[in-house]
């Protein structure tokens, strides 16, 4: 009689990997644990009555895993489809073949994600909120919170499961050329998303100016001859600066905010920036 996963199973699966992909997260195992209690349902469900089988399946997947969780959900359901298959007893399917697979699409469905989503989604969901919150109205963040989470959830229920019922037809078009024209694309629209958002969202100016001693007026404005020749430029300059330091110094985010904390904090003390306090 063929095996097939219950409905209940892959329910349940899909919420263990939605609310615990980063379960016991670490450097060194990232979301493997995270991985193995989304996989545990369904092992469970293939597997009833051969406690071996269950040990086995679920040690193919201990191997380490990380990739963008949101759009990551489609692997998950790939994998369960190749695991019912191997329940059945298809022979080309084993664990050197799974963890393969993994493997294969950990980097691409990372550069997709961190490009749709973190790139892209994000930032406009973002930048809608923060334009409703004008005012100090808490109408932005529930706006986000209600939004996100629903795309979110709904958006990976609907990649887990059609990972679950391609099975491994989906590889060939995320690793493809399909898959390299799609993760392209949205590389592309990520980086002016990003563009559209500092440029509305970010400013930088500097206070710094120069007085002849005697005199009331400054003969040196910063601010005022940076604005003649390249309006903008600090701002042009901060934005390409943490980028380059993310995206070749391969620097964290946390890091990044913290050296801004720290290039701000000096600035106001040597009057490069003017922080607008009154005393």
Same mark, same amino acid.
């Given at each position: 009689?063929?095996?097939?996963?219950?409905?209940?199973?892959?329910?349940?699966?899909?919420?263990?990997?939605?609310?615990?992909?980063?379960?016991?997260?670490?450097?060194?195992?990232?979301?493997?644990?995270?991985?193995?209690?989304?996989?545990?349902?369904?092992?469970?469900?293939?597997?009833?009555?051969?406690?071996?089988?269950?040990?086995?399946?679920?040690?193919?997947?201990?191997?380490?895993?990380?990739?963008?969780?949101?759009?990551?959900?489609?692997?998950?359901?790939?994998?369960?489809?190749?695991?019912?298959?191997?329940?059945?007893?298809?022979?080309?399917?084993?664990?050197?073949?799974?963890?393969?697979?993994?493997?294969?699409?950990?980097?691409?469905?990372?550069?997709?994600?961190?490009?749709?989503?973190?790139? %892209?989604?994000?930032? $406009?969901? /973002?930048?809608?909120?923060?334009?409703?919150?004008?005012?100090? +109205? !808490? #109408?932005?963040?529930?706006?986000?919170?209600?939004?996100?989470?629903?795309?979110?959830?709904?958006?990976?229920?609907?990649?887990?499961?059609?990972?679950?019922?391609?099975?491994?037809?989906?590889?060939?078009?995320?690793?493809?050329?399909?898959?390299?024209?799609?993760?392209?694309?949205?590389?592309?629209?990520?980086?002016?998303?990003?563009?559209?958002?500092?440029?509305?969202?970010?400013?930088?100016?500097?206070?710094?100016?120069?007085?002849?001693?005697?005199?009331?007026?400054?003969?040196?404005?910063?601010?005022?001859?940076?604005?003649?020749?390249?309006?903008?430029?600090? %701002?042009?300059?901060? $934005?390409? /600066?943490?980028?380059?330091?993310?995206?070749?110094?391969?620097? +964290? !985010? #946390?890091?990044?905010?913290?050296?801004?904390?720290?290039?701000?904090?000096?600035?106001?003390?040597?009057?490069?920036?003017?922080?607008?306090?009154?005393?």
């Amino acid at each position: 009689m063929e095996k097939k996963i219950s409905r209940k199973a892959l329910t349940k699966a899909f919420n263990n990997w939605y609310y615990g992909n980063l379960t016991c997260f670490s450097q060194e195992h990232m979301q493997t644990f995270g991985y193995m209690v989304s996989m545990l349902p369904i092992i469970q469900d293939l597997y009833r009555d051969d406690k071996d089988a269950q040990m086995r399946s679920m040690n193919t997947y201990r191997t380490f895993f990380n990739t963008e969780p949101q759009l990551g959900t489609v692997i998950v359901g790939i994998t369960a489809g190749l695991e019912e298959a191997r329940a059945n007893g298809q022979e080309d399917v084993d664990d050197e073949t799974i963890n393969s697979l993994r493997a294969g699409l950990m980097g691409p469905i990372a550069g997709i994600g961190d490009s749709l989503v973190v790139g %892209t989604l994000i930032p $406009i969901l /973002l930048g809608i909120a923060m334009g409703m919150s004008t005012g100090g +109205s !808490p #109408l932005g963040a529930i706006f986000y919170i209600i939004v996100w989470n629903l795309l979110a959830y709904f958006g990976m229920k609907m990649l887990f499961v059609k990972g679950y019922e391609m099975g491994g037809k989906a590889v060939d078009f995320l690793v493809g050329p399909q898959g390299e024209a799609l993760r392209e694309s949205i590389t592309m629209l990520g980086g002016i998303v990003i563009g559209a958002v500092a440029a509305s969202w970010v400013s930088v100016t500097t206070a710094f100016t120069m007085t002849a001693s005697g005199a009331d007026e400054p003969f040196l404005v910063l601010q005022d001859t940076l604005n003649g020749v390249y309006p903008g430029f600090l %701002t042009a300059a901060f $934005i390409m /600066l943490c980028w380059w330091l993310m995206a070749k110094k391969k620097m +964290s !985010p #946390l890091k990044v905010m913290l050296l801004l904390v720290v290039i701000a904090f000096v600035g106001v003390l040597i009057g490069f920036f003017d922080p607008g306090l009154n005393y």
